[in-house]
């Protein structure tokens, strides 16, 4: 429009109407205010403030808050380069087991004889992208892995297999998982009693254990990818 005024000006080579013919747009628009500029700065303003609560907000739901249509507040937002930020994905636990064993770790003494076995289930993603799923036992005392199974499903039979991987018997040996719902379901529990281990889900884990999963898991994944 600038341009236009510039071509058609008092005593100019140029009319409006060749001007306007020229340029593509109409007639009219000499003779109208030009209010557009002013009604989307408003908006950017509104969209900035709801944005100062919340930076997440899409042109969706600030057309819902702004009782605006989302065209509009999307247009708006590309004018004045306003987006949202996005959301990163966080891990959603797959689910808890139904029955959770008590903490017999911290209930143990120092002189205690009982044998505490880590277990852990980690995933290791192949040179084909496909994925597999892994779950080990820990002894605690000696830091040896005693069994190692491997499934493409992370499923009770996956800890059944582990356990069933256990080639040895110690008196008191207590199984320390979390409360995943592989380590709760009942095929597990099964498993565990027919090989005379004593199952113990703790949502916080014991410190050590934690400590010596993560790593190994860590180690395991690193190793396999």
């Not at 409006?16 to 013919?21: D, G």
């Not at 209010?35 to 819902?64: M, P, S």
């Not at 009982?114 to 496909?130: C, K, P, R, T, Y």
Request: aromatic residues 8%; charged residues 25%.
């Amino acid at each position: 429009m600038e341009l236009a005024s510039q071509l058609t000006a008092p005593n100019g080579p140029y009319s409006k109407r060749q001007v306007a013919r020229a340029l593509n747009f109409a007639r009219s628009s000499y003779y109208l205010p030009r209010k557009q500029a002013k009604k989307d700065k408003a908006v950017a303003v509104a969209i900035e403030v709801q944005q100062e609560h919340d930076d997440t907000l899409g042109h969706r739901k600030l057309a819902a808050l702004l009782h605006m249509g989302k065209n509009r507040i999307k247009r708006v937002m590309k004018k004045y380069g306003l987006t949202a930020r996005r959301k990163k994905k966080r891990y959603v636990y797959p689910g808890k087991a139904a029955q959770i064993a008590p903490n017999l770790v911290r209930e143990l003494a120092e002189d205690a004889t009982s044998e505490v076995v880590f277990s852990d289930i980690f995933e290791i993603q192949l040179a084909d992208g496909s994925k597999v799923r892994g779950c080990f036992a820990l002894w605690k005392r000696t830091r040896q892995i005693l069994a190692l199974a491997f499934d493409y499903q992370m499923k009770a039979e996956l800890v059944v297999s582990t356990v069933k991987m256990l080639r040895f018997s110690v008196p008191d040996m207590i199984w320390h998982s979390d409360q995943g719902s592989q380590y709760g379901a009942e095929l597990t529990r099964t498993a565990l009693a027919r090989a005379g281990l004593s199952a113990l889900d703790e949502p916080g884990w014991h410190p050590n254990g934690q400590w010596l999963c993560r790593t190994l898991c860590g180690r395991l994944q690193v190793g396999g990818s």
